[in-house]
């Protein structure tokens, strides 16, 4: 197996849980939807829930996207920079380590908001849950993303592109 198909066989698991986590979104802002309209009786705990499932949807997304790298671009001084090609790898290795820079603070702040929260013993209103324990698990995601923006640098671990025509 190279090396390309056992990053996406790492990445499957995450793309899973985001998909997953979408689903539960929906599922439950239909019910909590219905439930208030129809029944005057909305879900007491919809509004924790979906903050919960929206952060899992997201810290799991970012794993994919930052493996794959797939972010977005703002190609609003691309005419610009394209009058220097070599700048263009210069630019790659500047923003690959803004990245690996920024996952890292993100990870490491989500893990020490998640540390005292676990120290204080906070829980939510209505979930019978403590909030550290989502948060922790954002931290360990967005750590396993700052993974993925390592391992995305280097050109064997890239998938094959498709053609897109």
Same mark, same amino acid.
């Given at each position: 197996?190279?090396l390309?198909?056992?990053?996406?066989?790492?990445? &499957?698991?995450?793309?899973?849980?985001a998909?997953? +986590?979408?689903?539960?979104?929906?599922?439950? $802002?239909a019910v909590?939807?219905?439930?208030?309209v %129809?029944f005057?009786?909305?879900l007491?705990?919809a509004?924790?829930l979906v903050? %919960?499932?929206l952060?899992?949807t %997201?810290?799991?997304g970012?794993?994919?996207i930052?493996?794959a790298?797939?972010?977005i671009a703002?190609? #609003?001084?691309?005419?610009? #920079?394209a009058?220097?090609p070599?700048f263009d790898?210069?630019?790659?290795w500047?923003? &690959?380590v803004?990245?690996?820079?920024?996952?890292?603070l993100l990870?490491?702040y989500?893990g020490?908001?998640? +540390?005292?929260?676990?120290? &204080?013993h906070? $829980?939510f209103l209505f979930?019978?849950?403590e909030?550290?324990?989502?948060?922790?698990?954002y931290?360990? #995601?967005?750590?396993v993303s700052v993974?993925?923006?390592?391992l995305a640098i280097?050109p064997v $671990?890239?998938?094959r592109?498709?053609d897109k025509?």
């Amino acid at each position: 197996m190279q090396l390309s198909g056992f990053i996406n066989h790492l990445q &499957w698991p995450f793309r899973i849980i985001a998909g997953v +986590a979408l689903i539960g979104l929906v599922v439950i $802002t239909a019910v909590d939807v219905i439930g208030r309209v %129809v029944f005057g009786s909305p879900l007491g705990f919809a509004y924790e829930l979906v903050g %919960v499932l929206l952060g899992v949807t %997201v810290y799991a997304g970012l794993v994919v996207i930052n493996g794959a790298r797939e972010h977005i671009a703002i190609d #609003l001084f691309a005419g610009f #920079l394209a009058k220097w090609p070599r700048f263009d790898r210069v630019r790659g290795w500047f923003v &690959w380590v803004l990245e690996v820079i920024f996952f890292a603070l993100l990870a490491g702040y989500v893990g020490r908001q998640a +540390a005292q929260m676990m120290r &204080w013993h906070e $829980t939510f209103l209505f979930l019978p849950l403590e909030k550290w324990l989502p948060l922790a698990l954002y931290s360990g #995601l967005c750590a396993v993303s700052v993974l993925a923006v390592f391992l995305a640098i280097f050109p064997v $671990t890239k998938g094959r592109k498709k053609d897109k025509s």
